[in-house]
Structure formats: C-alpha cells, structure tokens
C-alpha cells in the first residue's frame, strides 16, 4: 500500500507492478484518494494517477468504477489520449451501453488510416469487448485506403509503411482468432514477420540478458553487481529492462529480444569455462550460449500476449505499461 507522502511520477511508473496486488480495488482507493487529497506530486500527473486506477479498478471486476475514473480523466486538460479514449469506449460496451461506446470508438477510426500507435489501443478495446468482427472489418478498411505495392515494409522510417505492418499485423490476429482463411492481407503480414525474424536472426545487439524473478533473487545474492544496476528488487529491476529496450526501439534499434538466463545456467557455464560473473564479456559469452540453445524472446510482445517478464499477466496489462507509463 502507498504511504501519506506525495506520490511521485517515479513511483507511479512503478505501480504497475502492484497490478498483481490481492486488492487491487483497494490500490485504487488509495491513488484515487492521493489525487483528490493533492498528495500528487506533480499536479499534471494528477491524470495518470487516475488511469492506473482505472485500470486496477477494471482488474477488480468493477468496469462501471472504472468508466467513472476514465471520465475524470478525460476531464482533466491535455488528458485525451488514444489509450483512455479507447478504454472508454471498450467500458461503455462491456456495461452493456453498446450504441455509445462504439460511437466513441468510431471517432477514432479514422485515426487508423494516419497514426501506427493508434492501431493497438483501437483493436484491442473491440476485442476486449468482443467485437472481433467490428475489428477485422475496421482494420481491412484501413488497409484497403492505405495500402501500396510501391511500400517498401522493411523500412521503418516511412510513416506510411510502419502503419500498413501495424494494420496488417494487427489484422492477422484478429482473423487468426477468427478462423479466417488467409488472403493478401495476411500473406502481408507474414512476410513481415519473417523480416522480423531475419532481423533478429542477424542483429545480435539487440538482445539484452534478464534474469526471471526467481534466478534474480539467486543472483543479486551471490553475485549483486550483475544486477545492481538495474533496481534493489524484482519490480525495479523488470521495469528498468522494459525502460532499456523502449529507449533501444526508439534510438531506432531492430531485432530486439530477451535472452532468459538463468542461476543454474551461469554457475554450469562458469564452472566449465572460468571466469567472473561480473565480467560483461563473460556474461555476454554465457548470453551467446544461451541464445545457441534455448533461443531469445522476441520483444515486444503483443499488447494482448503474455508478458515477457513470466508474470501471467497480459503485457498491455504489465511491463507494457511499466515503460511507458
């Protein structure tokens, strides 16, 4: 639970962690308290504070508390983001107002021919509200206003060409969900993952070693300089990961990946090959064993896939917003 003192932004970045509290609605509580009472630090995150405890109140089964929240914020000045717009259409139509939620969502369409982080907060919110097809047919639109054979998808500077894969990508899921045959669209999308995949396969720099909650325990005990870098604990330690390859993606790295090590791992490679722990090339040789025989994971994650971080939680709903928040 939070303390009486001011809350700062660093320690609302930090709260998603606490996602996986056993009261969430009780966290919501307190920061919805925090932002009435002016214990936010910094009044222009007053609004932040109230989407998280949007979202952990959605956490509790209490979407209807959740809308409220979303409400307040989208009072708030400047506040109007895709993601809170898109969560109040999806609350709308879960609590059964349909007509009005989708109102609110099909203000956002057109933004799906025009913006690539549009795409993700749009579909999911119809998906989340089980309007599959609403999506696949929003999404097929999309494509057929923007797509050109002339795009070059490989090249992430073009705007035009980072939407099309989004859309395409995107759409993939969904039909896959669905059932769906595949048609352009979808060839579309596989060859774009099958660049990915090439990418990864020949851009070693950027996969970046973690250690799973349980081996980091293990390591920052016996070796505490691997991971004091990044945090005292498993919380800050995962989110400064996710901080790590946000800022990688968006200083205009490709290919980027997780390397899981493990304790056992790296005692077994020290014994037969020697040196230090603390040693980055030392680490960076185990890392390369790794990714020899157990592979790397691709990151990110799809919004609605598992988190990379092995909580069980959705990564939309976990280290997702650890980074960006």
């Known amino acids: 639970m939070l303390t009486s003192d001011p809350i700062t932004f660093e320690q609302l970045r930090e709260i998603a962690a606490l996602e996986e509290h056993d009261d969430p609605s009780g966290l919501a509580t307190e920061l919805v308290d925090a932002a009435d009472n002016g214990r936010i630090a910094d009044k222009d995150n007053v609004g932040l504070a109230l989407f998280l405890a949007a979202q952990l109140t959605d956490l509790a089964d209490e979407p209807a508390r959740a809308l409220m929240l979303v409400q307040r914020v989208l009072q708030l000045p400047g506040e109007e983001s895709i993601d809170v717009l898109a969560f109040q259409g999806e609350l709308e139509i879960r609590l059964g107002r349909t007509e009005e939620g989708l109102a609110h969502l099909s203000d956002l369409r057109p933004l799906l021919q025009e913006d690539p982080d549009a795409v993700a907060p749009i579909v999911d919110a119809l998906a989340n509200a089980e309007l599959m097809e609403t999506a696949e047919e929003w999404l097929t639109e999309a494509l057929d206003a923007v797509a050109d054979d002339d795009l070059d998808l490989d090249d992430e500077e073009d705007l035009a060409a ?33 660049a990915v995949d090439d990418d990864d396969d020949e851009d070693d720099e950027g996969a970046l070693i973690f250690w799973p909650e349980a081996d980091f325990a293990r390591i920052q005990q016996r070796w505490p300089a691997v991971v004091s870098e990044y945090g005292e604990n498993w919380d800050a330690y995962r989110t400064q990961v996710e901080r790590d390859l946000v800022e990688a993606s968006e200083a205009g790295y490709t290919g980027l990946a997780l390397v899981p090590g493990s304790y056992d791992g790296l005692t077994a490679y020290l014994a037969e090959h020697g040196g230090d722990a603390d040693d980055p090339e030392v680490l960076d040789a185990y890392a390369e064993q790794v990714e020899t025989t157990t592979g790397v994971l691709p990151w990110p994650p799809g919004r609605n896939d598992d988190c990379w971080c092995g909580s069980d939680l959705k990564y939309k709903k976990c280290c997702y917003l650890r980074g960006r928040a």
């Open 162 to 194: 980072v939407l099309v894969g989004e859309l395409a990508q995107a759409r993939h899921d969904i039909r896959q969900d669905l059932g769906r045959a595949h048609d352009k669209y979808d060839e579309m999308a596989d060859l774009i993952d099958t």
